[in-house]
């Protein structure tokens, strides 16, 4: 279709050139180079208060950056308005908390974006919906609101209304670990067949398992710097800095 014939070639889907960050004293980013190409799954993991949620913020400008540079396929981040409405459209966010409207049902959710900011008409906008919401696997919960859905359903949702906008890319920060046990395979099981059908992925997680079957990279961050990055068999097996290896250690215990 047209909208995927870019004339970028090799070109990266997203690239992150030497940003900086500070809140106050605190460096919170520190020098990060990273970049995703397309289709590419890349996993980022790390300690509590490494950066990786501001990291995840910065690409889609829910953060400003201090210094450096945040390229979508070779375009710097737009500044303000309509463009930068455009640009968050293209890289679907979900969150640990679902975020959805609790007033309206599953479906409004789901339509909302695309006929509001899309101008995609109703009858599109609900078809398109439907889909979706099948192919997470809430279809039937359609016309409830959701406060009536458990977590995993809702989250599921919420991964839905991100795929309604059609975007370049999906940003996940840790979206299971709000969820109870049993519901956190439902909403990964959905996050690996987006990855197998080719879509391009950010994944903030701790569940280490869905990383080593779906990411092509994982990336360890710790006090504000990526210390690490290799495919999830380096980086599980033979993790290179003592940093990565307590941290693995850390969570091995759980
Ligand atoms: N708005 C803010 N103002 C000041 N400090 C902040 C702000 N947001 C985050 N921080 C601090 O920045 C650091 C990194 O936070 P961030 O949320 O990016 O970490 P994280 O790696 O996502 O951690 P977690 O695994 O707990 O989600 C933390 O020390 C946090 O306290
Ligand atoms: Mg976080």
Redo the contacts with the bound molecule.
Sequence with gaps: MAQSTSSTGNQPLIELRHVDKH??D?H?LNDINLSVDRGEVVVVI??????????CRTINRLETIDSGEILIEGEPLPQEGKDLARMRAELGMVFQQFNLFAHMTVLQNVMLGPVDVLGVSKDEARERAMDLLGRVGVAEQADKVPAQLSGGQQQRVAIARSLAMQPKAMLF??PTSALDPEMINEVLEVMVRLAQQGMTMIV?THEMNFARRVADRVVF?AD?QIVETGTPDEFFDHPQTKRAQDFLNSIKDH
């Design positions: 809140y106050g605190l919170v790390g300690p509590s208060g490494s950066g990786k949620s501001t990291m920060d840790e903030i961050m504000g």
